[in-house]
């Protein structure tokens, strides 16, 4: 590990994408090296086996549009599943909704969540000492496995890219168990990549919750941190997209602690689709 300042960077496709920092902390769990850097713009942040996942200043760029599509367009949302999100944002965004009576919140790998909760404590939050958490350090493909059907009214997959660890969560087998796993009125939601520097994955990624859930959304926005700094998150439910419509209770709650989301803002998401990328998806 070197502690002086220089240049954090993921290349990825013949591009580097980088902070100016140092590494403050590296070391490497059974499935994957963790690194907390503290870089100039965007404060400490997080690296899984080089790959940007999260940091201080950026990180509200992907949690609030993850998460309150979902939330405020759930029929109910007494029980939400999070599969990943190991940092501890995804949780803190759900929990802000008070409707939420239990959460559970699945992750691979308990060396994240201890080095997040060390260093990036305000990604979590208040979430890691609320009674509604169920943490489960376990593989989340096993454990949406053998969960009960019909048993969430959300379930968001917040995994990092298809490699390593999260391989298995981009795959017709882990999304059709996530869809058994919602109740009537119930929204899945998960993180589904650049469509210009993982574009084929994103595009298979929509049209297979299509085919699955008979609709799916893409939503696009922006993490300048991350590869094009472009990106996308998915949206299926049982009953039609009910999550285009947030409910104006929920909403009205949790919109005034938002930086990047709103229903205003998520109405011009939905609709931003780029010419290429719908002709893509209508083939």
Same mark, same amino acid.
């Given at each position: 590990?070197?502690?002086?300042?220089?240049?954090?960077?993921?290349?990825?496709?013949?591009?580097?994408?980088?902070?100016?920092?140092?590494?403050?902390?590296?070391?490497?769990?059974?499935?994957?090296?963790?690194?907390?850097?503290?870089?100039?713009?965007?404060?400490?942040?997080?690296?899984?086996?080089?790959?940007?996942?999260?940091?201080?200043?950026?990180?509200?760029?992907?949690?609030?549009?993850?998460?309150?599509?979902?939330?405020?367009?759930?029929?109910?949302?007494?029980?939400? !599943?999070?599969?990943? $999100? &190991?940092?501890?944002? @995804?949780?803190? %965004?759900?929990?802000?909704?008070?409707?939420?009576?239990? /959460? *559970?919140?699945?992750?691979?790998?308990?060396?994240?969540?201890?080095?997040?909760?060390?260093?990036?404590?305000?990604?979590?939050?208040?979430?890691?000492?609320?009674?509604?958490?169920?943490?489960?350090?376990?593989?989340?493909?096993?454990?949406?496995?053998?969960?009960?059907?019909?048993?969430?009214?959300?379930?968001?997959?917040?995994?990092?890219?298809?490699?390593?660890?999260?391989?298995?969560?981009?795959?017709?087998?882990?999304?059709?168990?996530?869809?058994? !796993?919602?109740?009537? $009125? &119930?929204?899945?939601? @998960?993180?589904? %990549?650049?469509?210009?520097?993982?574009?084929?994955?994103? /595009? *298979?990624?929509?049209?297979?919750?299509?085919?699955?859930?008979?609709?799916?959304?893409?939503?696009?926005?922006?993490?300048?941190?991350?590869?094009?700094?472009?990106?996308?998150?998915?949206?299926?439910?049982?009953?039609?997209?009910?999550?285009?419509?947030?409910?104006?209770?929920?909403?009205?709650?949790?919109?005034?602690?938002?930086?990047?989301?709103?229903?205003?803002?998520?109405?011009?998401?939905?609709?931003?689709?780029?010419?290429?990328?719908?002709?893509? !998806?209508?083939?």
């Amino acid at each position: 590990m070197d502690p002086s300042p220089g240049w954090i960077d993921e290349v990825y496709d013949g591009v580097r994408y980088g902070l100016a920092g140092r590494v403050i902390a590296e070391t490497s769990s059974p499935y994957q090296r963790v690194t907390i850097i503290e870089s100039e713009r965007y404060g400490k942040g997080l690296l899984l086996d080089g790959c940007w996942m999260t940091a201080e200043r950026q990180e509200r760029h992907y949690h609030e549009p993850l998460v309150h599509p979902a939330l405020c367009g759930a029929e109910r949302i007494e029980r939400v !599943l999070v599969i990943g $999100g &190991g940092d501890g944002g @995804t949780a803190r %965004e759900c929990l802000r909704h008070s409707g939420v009576r239990q /959460l *559970d919140m699945v992750e691979i790998d308990g060396l994240v969540v201890e080095l997040c909760r060390e260093h990036l404590p305000s990604l979590g939050g208040g979430a890691w000492s609320d009674p509604r958490l169920r943490l489960s350090i376990d593989d989340g493909i096993a454990w949406v496995a053998a969960a009960e059907s019909a048993s969430y009214d959300v379930v968001i997959v917040d995994g990092s890219d298809p490699a390593g660890p999260a391989e298995g969560l981009f795959n017709r087998a882990f999304f059709e168990q996530c869809r058994r !796993l919602l109740k009537p $009125g &119930g929204v899945f939601a @998960t993180q589904s %990549e650049s469509p210009e520097a993982f574009r084929s994955v994103h /595009l *298979d990624t929509v049209r297979l919750l299509r085919e699955l859930f008979g609709h799916a959304d893409p939503l696009y926005g922006w993490v300048p941190m991350y590869p094009s700094g472009w990106w996308s998150w998915t949206f299926a439910a049982l009953d039609g997209p009910r999550y285009l419509q947030p409910d104006p209770a929920r909403t009205a709650a949790v919109a005034a602690g938002c930086e990047i989301w709103s229903p205003r803002w998520q109405a011009g998401a939905f609709a931003a689709v780029p010419a290429g990328i719908e002709r893509a !998806l209508a083939d």
